[in-house]
């Protein structure tokens, strides 16, 4: 409601109560027609907001209802004294309705105010609750990214198939979520303090300000590292390396930021088990387990791809069968254990009396089959009676009696004496069989 100003709020009052006296003046013997104007006070009152004077101007209306009877030219009588106290008494209760009514106005401005400030505040109240979820929501997105992401990662990451891949995509996956970090993967024993302390106490360690933080002393970890997280990594249960990040401002990783790059690090050990694991498979299945050397399997592989390889470059290569002579002696005479001994002595010495480009299997019990690359049956042969020499100055000693070990060589050459595998083998076989039969401990290949 609009109020006067200051001027209003006395000029007002003043008017009325001129006007109403100086009626009265003129006309005192209208006093019960011009008195009850006095209630536009109250009306004005009411209107302009002013609470305190208008009491005071109630008090001398009600004097003058009381006193302006006796001064009335007509004298004082009792119907005009009971007419000024009616009048009184309506005054009176002008004032006490637009009092009521001015109450009841304030109360309900009041209420409604405090209604608008609940609204309001309720408006804020809801407007920092959607901005919270607003932010909340964007985060959430945020992080489904990039797990998204880091799980696409992993997934790369366990897809290697060396472990040097896996070292080069963890490596770019910590790079990554850490920009501007300095990311390490680094092998063998600890080369620095952090190394140690992890090794030592086989947890991750987190810095997030090495100039405040109470453990260390300042500057031990370098004067460009401010932040830093070093993790163990593990294969097979053993410490092979650790994952280093670091950055020169302070608070660059958080406890999440450690979490994640522990599950990383654990990840890239498990890939690298598995590569491990199955190079190992795929070895056992083409490696015989007691002598190291190639399987009978492996073997017939190698001569199917030489064959091809030759019959290209038109030049040959030789097949040698060697056989243990009076292996089975050893077994009855020392044990189980004395066969096994003497077939990895003899597995080693073929294998070190060849190139690496040759081949050395075991065919079979005590018979093995070389593959000498590039090389006639002469050249193969030479390479057999080395091999058979070194086997020859050998000496055992099994249960405290000395014993000597021999072996007997069949060479066949391709393409001169056998087209395929299996008559390289063949020819190869006969010829061993001669060398047994003409008294062992000899190379045949004529």
Not at 132 to 148: E, M, P, V, W
Not at 162 to 178: H, I, M, N, S
Not at 233 to 262: H, I, M, N, T
Not at 355 to 375: H, K, M, P, Q
Request: hydrophobic residues 45%.
């Amino acid at each position: 409601m609009l109020r006067p100003n200051a001027f209003a709020k006395v000029a007002g009052p003043a008017a009325i109560v001129g006007a109403v006296g100086w009626t009265l003046w003129l006309w005192p013997a209208h006093f019960l027609w011009v008195y009850p104007a006095s209630g536009s006070l109250f009306l004005w009152f009411s209107w302009s907001g002013e609470r305190e004077v208008k009491y005071i101007f109630l008090f001398l209306a009600t004097a003058a209802g009381f006193i302006l009877p006796g001064l009335s030219p007509a004298g004082s009588s009792p119907y005009l004294m009971a007419g000024a106290i009616a009048e009184v008494l309506c005054l009176w209760l002008l004032f006490y309705a637009l009092s009521s009514a001015e109450s009841s106005g304030k109360a309900a401005r009041e209420q409604l105010a405090s209604d608008e400030a609940a609204a309001a505040q309720k408006t804020r109240d809801l407007e920092d609750e959607l901005a919270r979820y607003r932010l909340h929501l964007d985060s959430t997105l945020a992080r489904i990214r990039d797990k998204g992401a880091l799980s696409a990662a992993m997934h790369d990451m366990g897809s290697a198939a060396t472990p040097d891949q896996v070292r080069e995509r963890l490596c770019a996956l910590l790079g990554k979520y850490f920009p501007g970090a300095a990311v390490e993967l680094r092998t063998g024993a600890p080369r620095d303090f952090a190394d140690h302390w992890v090794a030592e106490r086989k947890i991750p360690l987190l810095v997030r300000n090495s100039e405040a933080d109470s453990r260390f002393a300042r500057g031990l970890f370098g004067p460009d590292v401010r932040s830093l997280m070093a993790l163990p990594l593990y294969l097979f249960g053993q410490l092979v390396g650790f994952v280093r990040a670091s950055a020169a401002e302070p608070d660059r990783f958080k406890s999440e930021d450690l979490r994640g790059a522990e599950l990383a690090s654990t990840l890239a050990g498990v890939s690298m088990e598995n590569i491990y694991l199955y190079e190992k498979v795929n070895e056992l299945a083409i490696k015989d387990g007691l002598t190291g050397l190639y399987t009978h399997r492996a073997f017939q592989t190698r001569v199917a791809e030489e064959i091809l390889r030759s019959a290209r470059g038109k030049v040959p290569f030789s097949v040698i069968m060697a056989d243990i002579d009076h292996f089975k002696s050893y077994n009855d005479t020392f044990g189980h254990q004395a066969g096994d001994t003497v077939l990895k002595a003899v597995a080693g010495t073929l294998a070190a009396g060849l190139r690496d480009i040759d081949f050395c299997a075991r065919y079979g019990g005590e018979e093995f089959a070389l593959i000498v690359t590039g090389a006639g049956k002469a050249q193969a042969a030479a390479v057999a009676e080395k091999i058979r020499l070194e086997l020859e100055a050998r000496s055992f000693n099994f249960g405290g009696k000395p014993s000597r070990v021999t072996a007997s060589f069949g060479v066949a050459e391709f393409p001169a004496e056998g087209a395929t595998a299996s008559q390289l083998v063949r020819a190869s076989d006969e010829r061993l069989y001669r060398a047994k039969e003409g008294g062992r401990n000899r190379v045949i290949y004529e």
